[in-house]
């Protein structure tokens, strides 16, 4: 009880969080200062010019959230719902019930679209529920299920509510960074993410923007929003145009670590950035059907930060994962809801995703997974791989 404490040394290859980048790191030890600190009002602006590149917005209300994913979400929800309101949440996978979950709470009465887990949400099936509720006026949406690994079509779907007069809610918590997203083209209302996914960063931050009109419905509220704490109209005390005032006191290391990750995300190149996230993708999903594994989802539904695959047969997947942990420093994920037990999930993201960890978790499934008697030829995975590494352009 008198040491402290050293993490073990891990690869983080599960569903977030991701390998943090060693320069992330080094600023979270630098010195801190105050949260009006005029030094530090300068970086809160640098960070939300960086934020509105990265979600390629020009929307003044954006910022990060301090919190996690999850408070980014509940931010949105409980901004834009009051209660009696009907809303729509799609659902195809664990994160879009927790999105029901918020909804409800907020007072909400929620209407369902859902797709099967493993599957992309459907634009059809939204439109013609939207068409059987003409008072509804909010549309919430996953883009990228990290439960599942499946990448729904935002642009699509945001056309459909935007037809309907709707505003959009859109969780791109394990999309941002990763894949293409852009909120202003696609016509996106109200979008949060997360540090800890494709953005190389510590947990606990949640980046978040609000379009002008989700704004104007923020405003336009009959009721106070119910937390103070996540109200945007008192969070821009601090966060919004002008000098700013004490709202609460922001995540001040944190916030070093956001602004170097997001010029480091910046200097990268967002185009980059995806592609390498897809080649990487492409790379271990040669080596992992080499080793004899599925994918649950659909070709062209996958995302590439999460690769979803199902475990051989016979096979005990909580042993599995426990062993690659214990001998080969590897974190992977298992399954959630519809899927647990019967999955794994192993996330490609951010700084994570680099050619040597796509080799190095081949190899340690290889070995486990020939230890456990699954019968599989030596090698024969790491050089499909390496094949795809290989005739790639450079990354
Ligand atoms: C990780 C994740 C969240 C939650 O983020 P936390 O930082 O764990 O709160 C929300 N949505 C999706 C799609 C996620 O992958």
Redesign the pocket.
């Known amino acids: 009880m008198n040491r402290s404490f050293h993490p073990p040394r891990r690869i983080l290859m599960g569903?977030?969080p991701s390998d943090v980048h060693p320069r992330v790191l080094e600023a979270l030890a630098r010195p801190t200062i105050g949260h009006l600190d005029p030094a530090f009002v300068e970086l809160m602006g640098e960070i939300k010019t960086l934020l509105q590149h990265a979600f390629q917005t020009k929307n003044a209300m954006t910022f990060p959230v301090s919190g996690?994913?999850?408070?980014g979400?509940e931010s949105c929800f409980a901004n834009l719902v009051e209660p009696g309101d009907t809303v729509i949440v799609c659902r195809n996978g664990y994160?879009g019930h927790?999105m029901q979950a918020m909804a409800l709470r907020c007072g909400a009465e929620v209407v369902t679209v859902d797709a099967p887990w493993g599957r992309a949400l459907d634009p059809h099936n939204l439109d013609d529920e939207l068409a059987k509720h003409p008072a509804i006026r909010l549309v919430a949406f996953?883009h990228?299920?990290?439960s599942t690994g499946v990448l729904s079509d935002a642009q699509a779907l945001a056309e459909v509510a935007r037809r309907h007069n709707c505003l959009t809610l859109v969780?791109a918590?394990?999309s941002f960074a990763g894949s293409p997203l852009d909120v202003d083209a696609w016509g996106l209302d109200a979008v949060y993410t997360?540090s800890?996914?494709c953005l190389s960063c510590i947990?606990?931050i949640?980046p978040l923007t609000f379009s002008d009109r989700a704004v104007q419905a923020v405003r336009a509220r009959k009721i106070p929003v119910q937390s103070w704490f996540m109200d945007l109209t008192e969070v821009e005390k601090y966060w919004g145009e002008g000098k700013p005032g004490y709202h609460h006191t922001a995540p001040i290391n944190s916030l070093y670590a956001l602004h170097v990750a997001l010029l480091m995300l910046q200097k990268e190149g967002l185009e980059p950035a995806w592609a390498r996230h897809r080649l990487h993708h492409e790379a271990l999903r040669a080596g992992l059907e080499s080793l004899g594994m599925t994918f649950i989802v659909p070709e062209a539904e996958r995302t590439p930060q999460l690769n979803a695959v199902s475990v051989p047969e016979g096979v005990n997947e909580a042993k599995v994962r426990r062993r690659l942990l214990d001998e080969h420093g590897l974190e992977i994920g298992g399954g959630l809801g519809d899927f647990a037990g019967q999955i794994w999930r192993i996330g490609l993201m951010g700084y994570s995703s680099r050619a040597e960890n796509i080799l190095k978790c081949i190899e340690a499934l290889e070995a486990v997974l020939q230890e456990e008697g699954v019968d599989i030829a030596a090698g024969r995975a790491v050089d499909e791989a390496e094949r795809v590494l290989a005739e790639a352009p450079l990354v």
Do not use: H, I, L, N
């Open positions: 569903p977030g996690p994913g999850t408070a979400m994160f927790r996953v990228a299920e990290t969780d918590v394990t997360g800890q996914k947990p606990g949640s």
